[in-house]
């Protein structure tokens, strides 16, 4: 999986103002996504993740730059993934927001996750120096 400001938009569509998009580099980005096998996991929110912060109208410019995108694998293991435009605060772009799983303990739980502890007695299992370099 991986998220940010790819600079470039999929489609006409996700662009509004200023000169229209080459169509030869929206195909050369889905291209490239395909060819990574990397899918657009969609969005909640405003469309438009970037904007000019033009005060004329005829030079106002917004697009979605930012996006989240994933493979099979990772849509597979984690399939309540929500992907939120969230609001921009000191920036001319939106924040992309990743929630893995939106309610990891179903109903009526308060959300939040107890922090995994670590316990001295893994210290002793032969396994443990390996596993955390690989880590």
Known sequence: M???DFNE???ASEKQGGVPKKQSCM???RMALEFCELEDLGFIGDPYTWQNHSQRADTYIKERLDRSVANL???THFP???AINGDPRHSDH???IVILDPNPHGSGSSGVREQPKFEACWLEEEECEGVVQNA
């Open 73 to 75: 694998e990772w849509r």
């Open 27 to 29: 195909d050369k980005f």
């Open 80 to 82: 309540a993934y929500k």
């Open 9 to 11: 938009v999929l489609f």
């Open 2 to 4: 991986c998220f940010g």
């Open 94 to 96: 939106r924040p992309v």
